[in-house]
C-alpha cells in the first residue's frame, strides 16, 4: 500500500500562516528521487496547480499569484515535501493536495494534475476575512 498524507490544514485568518506536511509511506514506495507538486481545489473549482519542487529540491515552480508568500521544500531522508503558506488571502481557501510525478527525475517541472500519479486525500486550508 503506497500513499500519502498531508496534513497541517485549518482555519486561519487573513495574513496568517500555514505549514502543511506531505508525507510520504509504504515498504516500496519513495519520492526521493521524483518531483512532487503541490494543488489545490476550491468548491466549483477544477484543481489548479500551486507549486513544484525537483526531485533534489534545487527547483521550486510556483503559482504566479503564491509568489513571494508561499515556499515548497523537501526532506527526501523524512519522505517528506513541506508547503510553508504565508500573507494568506480568502483566496487561497481550498483543499490542498500533494502528488508525485508520473516519472522520476524530470528536469521540467511539471504543472498539470495528468503529470501526477499517486495524489494523497487533500487538507483543507480555509482563510477567513
Known amino acids: 500500500q503506497v500513499q500519502l498524507v498531508e496534513s497541517g490544514g485549518g482555519l486561519v485568518q487573513a495574513g496568517g500562516s500555514l505549514r502543511l506536511s506531505c508525507a510520504a509511506s509504504?515498504?516500496?514506495?519513495?519520492?526521493?528521487?521524483?518531483?512532487m507538486g503541490w494543488f489545490r481545489q476550491a468548491p466549483g473549482k477544477e484543481r489548479e496547480f500551486v507549486a513544484a519542487?525537483?526531485?533534489?529540491?534545487?527547483?521550486?515552480s510556483y503559482l504566479d499569484s503564491v509568489k513571494g508568500r508561499f515556499t515548497i521544500s523537501r526532506d527526501n531522508a523524512k519522505n517528506t515535501v513541506y508547503l510553508q503558506m504565508n500573507s494568506l488571502k480568502p483566496d487561497d481557501t481550498a483543499l490542498y493536495f500533494c502528488a508525485r510525478d508520473r516519472f522520476p527525475s524530470r528536469t521540467v517541472l511539471a504543472t498539470t494534475t495528468g503529470s501526477y500519479d499517486y495524489w494523497g486525500q487533500g487538507t483543507q486550508v480555509t482563510v477567513s476575512s
Open positions: 519542487i525537483s526531485w533534489s529540491g534545487g527547483s521550486q
Open positions: 509504504g515498504r516500496t514506495f519513495s519520492i526521493s528521487r521524483y518531483a
